[in-house]
């Protein structure tokens, strides 16, 4: 029993999740590059709003976690729209060269993974939802 690693107890549900996680991650690496961008007025700007996308990925994902699993999906598209606003946001940089090509690179293979475990896991939602759903009605039938 010494040698089991004891996994952290968490209270909330979506710390739980790598996907939760994984969005961490990306909002730390936009922040990062905001620090490393020169000092211009729009460059701020747009990484405010750069950052404001990439932290509403997490936060749609937390606040749908503590909801019913079709509400639970529906936040989870809304987190796969601000995926979708942060690939705008990264080909936005890259074009006014505020993002180099091997940085552009990194944020949309991040985001392609993103976007690849938010499907998975409506779909994971989905499916559980259609049992239930299957439950249900035959437990009306019997009755």
Same mark, same amino acid.
């Given at each position: 029993?010494?040698?089991?690693?004891?996994?952290?107890?968490?209270?909330?549900? !979506?710390?739980?999740?790598?996907?939760?996680?994984?969005?961490?991650?990306?909002?730390?690496? @936009?922040?990062?590059?905001?620090?490393?961008?020169?000092?211009?007025? !729009?460059?701020? *700007?747009? *990484?405010?709003? !750069?950052?404001?996308?990439?932290?509403n990925i997490a936060t749609n994902i937390a606040e749908g976690s503590?909801?019913?699993?079709? +509400?639970?999906?529906?936040?989870?598209?809304?987190?796969?729209?601000?995926?979708?606003?942060?690939? @705008?946001?990264?080909?936005?940089? +890259?074009?006014?060269?505020?993002?180099?090509a091997d940085q552009f690179d990194h944020s949309k293979n991040y985001?392609?993974?993103?976007?690849?475990?938010?499907?998975?896991?409506?779909?994971?939602? +989905?499916?559980? @939802?259609?049992?239930?759903?299957? +439950?249900?009605?035959?437990?009306?039938?019997?009755?």
């Amino acid at each position: 029993m010494e040698n089991e690693q004891e996994r952290p107890v968490t209270f909330f549900r !979506f710390e739980d999740l790598r996907i939760y996680h994984k969005s961490l991650e990306y909002i730390e690496w @936009v922040y990062s590059m905001s620090k490393n961008s020169k000092d211009d007025q !729009f460059v701020q *700007f747009f *990484f405010e709003r !750069f950052i404001n996308s990439a932290t509403n990925i997490a936060t749609n994902i937390a606040e749908g976690s503590s909801r019913n699993k079709s +509400q639970f999906i529906y936040y989870l598209k809304m987190a796969k729209s601000s995926v979708r606003e942060c690939v @705008v946001l990264s080909t936005i940089a +890259q074009d006014r060269k505020i993002l180099n090509a091997d940085q552009f690179d990194h944020s949309k293979n991040y985001l392609m993974e993103m976007t690849k475990m938010i499907g998975a896991l409506i779909g994971s939602l +989905q499916r559980s @939802v259609k049992v239930g759903e299957q +439950q249900s009605e035959d437990e009306d039938e019997i009755d």
